[in-house]
């Protein structure tokens, strides 16, 4: 789309005479990072040595697109000099994805130095204008990345075909932490939350002051399913995404989708039968896993579909409520945890810690693990009597996890209560607590965050 927009301006330059200086100052970095990329190429076309080529293009993405990066939290009150290692990280990560495209560039363009420069530039072109148009979506990135509770909301582009999902997301208003959490942000090429796919749109995310809409995540959800139903499972609307935190969060997971479905296809009605029924009476399951009562055939047939599932690695969050006193004790006072039955446990962070629900003594395992199964889609899971894709990963019977660190967090700041302070000049600290001292019976509400690790067998 940028492109095409430096472009018009060149055909008709009085327009940029309407333009805000924050618009001009962000058409001008679109120009550079064009007037750049294109530059490069057409110079290695033309002969030109190749590790100059990768020198150069490489700085200029470094370049701009911290550049863009820094526009785009600036747009939400964060300078550049207040960003923490974790924040430069994820921004490196984004770069240095760009990185590994440029060598098979190169390699292309080199191999096209017979065509006419007329046949070259209808071949690159427009590859050129995928590269630039990651600009804007970095300043998308940056927003949602730091704006939190800023309010963004979804503004319809200018495109002559307009995709189905652009047109339902127009004046969508969220939180930018959902619109992270969703994976769902305009362009961002090949981008398999939108029917378009990403490649002609125009669309964007603004910061404004009105008010959210109602069950704005679900909708945005709801769109992004009803975009890929008919597309190939790439991006399925039953494929699990990356956990939010991550880099990538929200992201469509596609490394191991081929062989989920083919235990899906595998699976016996029996079985289907048994998955479903974990998700409204999984407690029977597990009594029986742990030898409370005899094993029936709905147990046998759910642990011969589990035991054929196909492991997720990465980090998932179990929630607990009403958890008894000498267990929280246990695990504060122990080294692991090793289960005595299969339990359930979320990839998105939000719903992990929705199930402590009302209870007065609320848990939340955050587990990084290997051998999960992943069941997102196979099960049935209400909550509010509503039905829930939880992205579900079932943490297995026997399975031993290293308690890493704990924290009690409060519930009216949301950070972790300081014990030091708390207990400033006596003997007692977090990790030598006075005996029967319980934080949520003397201190404030709040929820006990355990961070565990999977033992490697």
Known sequence: MLPHLIKAFELVPEVKAHLSEKALEFLKSIEQYDRQLWEYTLALFRGGDSGEFIDKFTAAISNQLTRAWNEGSRSVGVEPEDMTEEDLSYL??????????????????????????VEFRQAFRSRIDLWVARYTDVVSRARSYFGNKTRLIWVEGDTKDKCDSCVALDGIVAFAFEWEQSGVRPQSPPNG???????????????????????????????????????SMKYSPDQPRVPVGHSRGGEWISYDYDNKLKWRESLTEEERQALFTWGSSGWKIRAQQRGEEPIDEITKNWNNAINRGIKFDGKVYRGMTDVDNETIKDWMDGESITLNNDQSSSQIEDYGKSFTGGGRSKVV?????????????????????????????????????????????????????????????????????????????????GLYVFKLKEVSK
């Open 92 to 117: 490196k990560e984004i770069i240095d994805n760009e990185y590994e495209h440029i060598l098979d560039l190169g390699t292309a363009i080199e191999a096209s130095r017979e065509l006419e420069l």
């Open 365 to 445: 395992w955050d587990i990084e693990q290997n051998s999960g199964i992943d069941i997102f889609g196979e099960t049935n899971v209400t909550m509010g009597g509503h039905s829930i894709d939880e992205a579900e990963i079932i943490l297995r019977k026997g399975t031993e996890y290293n308690i890493e660190s704990w924290d009690y967090i409060r519930e009216d700041t949301g950070k972790p209560f300081d014990f030091d302070n708390y207990f400033e000049e006596t003997e007692f600290s977090k990790d030598n607590l006075p005996e029967g001292f319980m934080p949520h019976h003397e201190i404030v509400s």
């Open 193 to 231: 939350t939108l029917t378009c796919g990403g490649w002609e749109c125009q669309c964007r995310l603004d910061v404004t002051d009105k008010r959210r809409s109602p069950n704005a995540l679900k909708r945005i959800m709801d769109i992004a399913v009803a975009a890929n139903i008919g597309k």
